[in-house]
């Protein structure tokens, strides 16, 4: 379909120009970043506008349009009820990690404290920057022109498979004797190593997709992004904290359900958002019951 075919031509845009852009731009550097953390920004810098384009010209170029569609204040009113949403929805799977022993906690005491302190302080901040860019891009831009073109099914489903797959796209360090005119394309090329194996990230990827599902749903439900939002960079804060506060027991027999990926996305996490995803549901269903009956 047309929408898909543009987010795909999109990102292999992306991809291309800050493959191109990056052997000038390293020797501008000056070794004050690495090749592969410069691809990287570039193909970020280069979606930008990339995504601006699409969102005209597939006819959502307004923030409204694309789920900005509150006053501010009841924008953070809404981000924050999120916000607190997300987190718990975040807690309870953290604290089955440890329950389990996939993850212990470290020593109480004032050193990890003051890293905790500094984790939730970095992932406030850096919570809200990835949730915002994140969820205008797949569910602002990319959900609501599929939402025009094709229903809520297809929709949701496959912008959570797009937003899964984008986590896995990413530009290897290189090797000294690779740095060149070509580093660029070279590192391109290997930008998509994490899929030669899908066996290797299939935990993480499904327990992304899901977490994708069930923010396209509740963006549907709630007709914007701010409490979208609100729950990503929930999510994001909880996931900082949980891993400054402990380690991964590597012999635990429990190891099965982290993933590689985050040491968090795995099959624990997939069949937790399952669980959140027939509560909501069945939440949905009792409260239009109850309109229904309030209607007769």
């Avoid at 992306?14 to 070794?31: I, K, R, S």
């Avoid at 919570?127 to 205008?136: K, M, P, R, S, Y």
């Avoid at 530009?171 to 190593?193: H, I, K, N, R």
């Avoid at 991964?248 to 993933?259: C, M, R, T, Y």
């Amino acid at each position: 379909m047309r929408t898909l075919l543009v987010f795909l031509l999109l990102l292999a845009a992306a991809l291309l120009l800050g493959a191109v852009a990056n052997y000038p731009m390293t020797v501008w550097l000056d070794g004050r970043a690495e090749p592969h953390q410069i691809s990287n920004t570039l193909a970020k810098l280069a979606a930008v506008p990339l995504v601006a384009l699409a969102a005209w010209y597939l006819g959502v170029g307004c923030w409204r349009a694309i789920g900005y569609n509150l006053p501010a204040a009841a924008f953070w009113r809404e981000l924050a009820w999120g916000w607190l949403a997300g987190v718990a929805m975040m807690v309870p799977l953290l604290g089955l990690l440890l329950l389990v022993g996939v993850r212990v906690l470290r020593p109480l005491d004032g050193e990890l404290w003051e890293t905790v302190l500094r984790a939730a302080l970095v992932g406030l901040v850096a919570g809200l920057i990835v949730a915002v860019v994140e969820e205008t891009f797949i569910r602002g831009v990319i959900y609501s022109s599929m939402r025009r073109e094709a229903g809520v099914l297809f929709s949701v489903v496959v912008s959570s498979l797009y937003f899964a797959g984008l986590h896995f796209i990413s530009p290897p360090p290189l090797a000294e004797s690779e740095y060149g005119v070509w580093q660029g394309l070279t590192m391109l090329a290997d930008s998509f190593t994490a899929f030669y194996a899908p066996w290797a990230i299939v935990d993480a990827f499904i327990a992304l997709t899901m977490a994708g599902v069930l923010l396209a749903l509740v963006r549907e439900v709630r007709g914007g992004l701010a409490f979208v939002i609100g729950m990503h960079a929930g999510w994001v804060v909880v996931i900082k904290v949980g891993k400054s506060a402990s380690d991964v027991d590597v012999h635990s027999p429990w190891l099965w359900g982290i993933g590689s990926y985050d040491e968090v996305s795995g099959w624990i996490s997939v069949l937790w958002v399952v669980l959140l995803l027939l509560g909501w549901w069945g939440w949905r269903r009792a409260e239009n019951r109850g309109q229904q009956r309030g209607v007769v």
